[in-house]
């Protein structure tokens, strides 16, 4: 067993790391790494942390912020790549790590390889597929492109449609390679489907994304999923103008169809208005001409069918013999019809006598005469009916009405709206009232208020109300 060596100098962990740290970085300083990348995370605050493989070791890597945006690449598990960077530590997690200074794919192979694993994924999903392609309008109103603004693409492009057939072109400016343009190109493929047809400004009817020509890494942006997915989703028919025409990109595979060069892709777009003059001129000549041919073979049946036709006279004449003895027979037939009907006349007026209409008159008379009697035993029973009833209900209200109780010496008392009092207690003094009897009526006013009788008393009796010029005296 090692004894322990107790002259060793006692070191805090920070000391060692930094010791460590400063080892490493002295005796490798920058390094050159060939690995295939591993789990990529791009972080929030735009720093870029991967793994390094090969087939026994794996070593951590950081893509700093100010150095992300020149990786024209976009990083993903699988892809082989060659990293030139300073080698150091990361005290925090006791590891060591490359800080990148480049990197580049380890050939094209690589990209290759990656390309054509991303190109057999979409083409299972059935995206690459001829079904769905659509078929591209024959003179779109308005084309949209999507491309850079200032490269001598647009200019190619608006250059050949004024040559060709000049249309509205709505250009939607994006970047074309490295950080972020995959993202602005399928962002201007869904921002032109999402404009409406009537709006400002209008949606495209045809859309062209174009792209000059480079290297596989500067048209990468046009094989990644995002515009590939994109492109696919869109409903407006699309172009795909991605670098020369020996330059191949997944989106020359979804889109509707594929042209060589942008400048072609403006030729496929419009036909060539001088071409479309000259058909259209040479079609109404032959509409023309065609149209004379077939008046003169017209006019020339016509003639022909003429000529076959009898004359008027001879087709008429049958008709009129017709109609001659159609006329005779008629005159006849009139003058026959009408003795006819005189003789039956004469038949019926022998038959008819003074005699005979006497004696209908007659029994007309005595038939209306019986009908008469009958109406008038009838009313005089109706009228005896309602007559007795009549005295029935009279001497039924008699019985009934208050002008009996009057006669046997009672009195009807009304107030002045001439509803009656039944009771003392309705009558207050000074108020107006009014006295019915079998004979007259009689006006009169209250002098006191009621007062309850005694039992076994006499009835209190009223004091009559002194007259005050009119002469009438006490009513009891």
């Given at each position: 067993?090692n004894?322990?060596?107790?002259?060793?100098?006692?070191?805090?962990?920070?000391?060692?790391?930094?010791?460590?740290?400063?080892?490493?970085?002295?005796?490798?300083?920058?390094?050159?790494?060939?690995?295939?990348?591993?789990?990529?995370?791009?972080?929030?605050?735009?720093?870029?942390?991967?793994?390094?493989?090969?087939?026994?070791?794996?070593?951590?890597?950081?893509?700093?912020?100010?150095?992300?945006?020149?990786?024209?690449?976009?990083?993903?598990?699988?892809?082989?790549?060659v990293?030139?960077?300073?080698?150091?530590t990361?005290?925090?997690?006791?590891?060591?790590?490359?800080?990148?200074?480049?990197?580049?794919?380890a050939?094209?192979?690589?990209?290759?390889?990656?390309?054509?694993?991303?190109?057999q994924?979409?083409?299972v999903?059935?995206?690459f597929?001829?079904?769905?392609?659509?078929?591209?309008?024959f003179?779109?109103?308005?084309?949209?492109?999507?491309?850079?603004?200032?490269?001598?693409?647009?200019?190619?492009?608006?250059?050949?449609?004024?040559?060709?057939?000049?249309?509205?072109?709505?250009?939607?400016?994006?970047?074309?390679?490295?950080?972020?343009?995959?993202?602005?190109?399928?962002?201007?493929?869904?921002?032109?489907?999402?404009?409406?047809e009537?709006?400002?400004p209008?949606?495209?009817?045809?859309?062209?994304?174009?792209?000059?020509?480079?290297?596989?890494?500067?048209?990468?942006?046009?094989?990644?999923?995002?515009?590939?997915?994109?492109?696919?989703?869109?409903?407006?028919?699309?172009?795909?103008?991605?670098?020369?025409?020996?330059?191949?990109?997944?989106?020359?595979?979804?889109?509707?169809?594929?042209?060589?060069?942008?400048t072609?892709?403006a030729?496929?777009?419009?036909?060539?208005?001088?071409?479309?003059?000259?058909?259209?001129?040479?079609?109404?000549?032959?509409?023309?001409?065609?149209?004379?041919?077939?008046?003169?073979?017209?006019?020339?049946?016509?003639?022909?069918?003429?000529?076959?036709?009898?004359?008027?006279?001879?087709?008429?004449?049958?008709?009129?013999?017709?109609?001659?003895?159609?006329?005779?027979?008629?005159?006849?037939?009139?003058?026959?019809?009408?003795?006819?009907?005189?003789?039956?006349?004469?038949?019926?007026?022998?038959?008819?006598?003074?005699?005979?209409?006497?004696?209908?008159?007659?029994?007309?008379?005595?038939?209306?005469a019986?009908?008469?009697?009958?109406a008038?035993?009838?009313?005089?029973?109706?009228?005896?009916?309602?007559?007795?009833?009549?005295?029935?209900?009279?001497?039924?209200?008699?019985?009934?009405?208050?002008?009996?109780?009057?006669?046997?010496?009672?009195?009807?008392?009304?107030?002045?709206?001439?509803?009656?009092?039944?009771?003392?207690?309705?009558?207050?003094?000074?108020?107006?009232?009014?006295?019915?009897?079998a004979?007259?009526?009689?006006?009169?006013?209250?002098?006191?208020?009621?007062?309850?009788?005694?039992?076994?008393?006499?009835?209190?009796?009223?004091?009559?109300?002194?007259?005050?010029g009119?002469?009438?005296?006490?009513?009891?």
């Amino acid at each position: 067993m090692n004894e322990p060596r107790l002259n060793l100098p006692e070191l805090t962990v920070s000391e060692l790391s930094m010791a460590l740290k400063r080892t490493i970085e002295d005796s490798y300083g920058y390094v050159r790494v060939r690995g295939e990348l591993g789990k990529v995370s791009y972080h929030g605050n735009g720093h870029v942390y991967f793994d390094l493989k090969d087939d026994r070791a794996s070593i951590a890597g950081v893509i700093w912020r100010t150095l992300a945006p020149r990786i024209k690449l976009k990083l993903e598990a699988g892809l082989e790549v060659v990293i030139t960077g300073k080698l150091t530590t990361y005290p925090g997690r006791s590891q060591y790590q490359i800080i990148v200074e480049t990197l580049e794919p380890a050939g094209l192979g690589a990209l290759m390889a990656l390309l054509e694993e991303r190109k057999q994924k979409l083409a299972v999903e059935g995206l690459f597929d001829e079904a769905r392609k659509q078929l591209l309008p024959f003179l779109p109103t308005v084309i949209g492109v999507v491309t850079s603004p200032t490269g001598a693409v647009i200019r190619d492009i608006l250059h050949r449609l004024a040559d060709r057939f000049p249309r509205h072109v709505l250009v939607w400016p994006v970047k074309v390679q490295g950080e972020g343009s995959a993202a602005e190109v399928a962002a201007a493929i869904e921002g032109f489907n999402a404009l409406t047809e009537l709006g400002t400004p209008p949606r495209p009817d045809l859309i062209i994304v174009a792209r000059g020509g480079g290297s596989l890494e500067d048209l990468w942006s046009f094989n990644e999923e995002i515009v590939v997915r994109a492109a696919a989703a869109s409903f407006i028919p699309l172009i795909s103008a991605v670098g020369h025409e020996t330059d191949v990109t997944l989106l020359d595979f979804v889109a509707d169809r594929r042209a060589p060069t942008p400048t072609a892709a403006a030729e496929m777009a419009v036909p060539v208005r001088a071409d479309l003059m000259v058909d259209i001129g040479s079609l109404a000549r032959r509409g023309l001409a065609s149209w004379r041919r077939n008046q003169d073979a017209r006019r020339s049946e016509l003639r022909s069918a003429a000529r076959a036709l009898p004359a008027a006279d001879a087709v008429l004449a049958l008709p009129r013999q017709r109609l001659d003895h159609a006329a005779t027979a008629l005159r006849r037939a009139l003058h026959a019809n009408a003795q006819i009907h005189r003789v039956g006349f004469s038949r019926i007026a022998g038959r008819l006598s003074a005699h005979l209409l006497r004696g209908t008159v007659e029994r007309r008379r005595e038939r209306l005469a019986g009908f008469a009697a009958r109406a008038e035993r009838a009313l005089r029973n109706f009228v005896t009916a309602r007559r007795a009833r009549a005295e029935r209900g009279g001497r039924l209200l008699a019985a009934y009405s208050y002008r009996g109780v009057l006669a046997r010496g009672f009195a009807l008392v009304r107030d002045a709206a001439g509803a009656p009092l039944r009771t003392a207690a309705a009558v207050s003094a000074g108020m107006a009232i009014d006295i019915e009897f079998a004979d007259g009526r009689v006006g009169a006013h209250a002098d006191g208020a009621a007062s309850a009788d005694k039992a076994g008393g006499d009835a209190a009796k009223p004091r009559g109300r002194r007259g005050s010029g009119s002469g009438q005296g006490d009513l009891f």
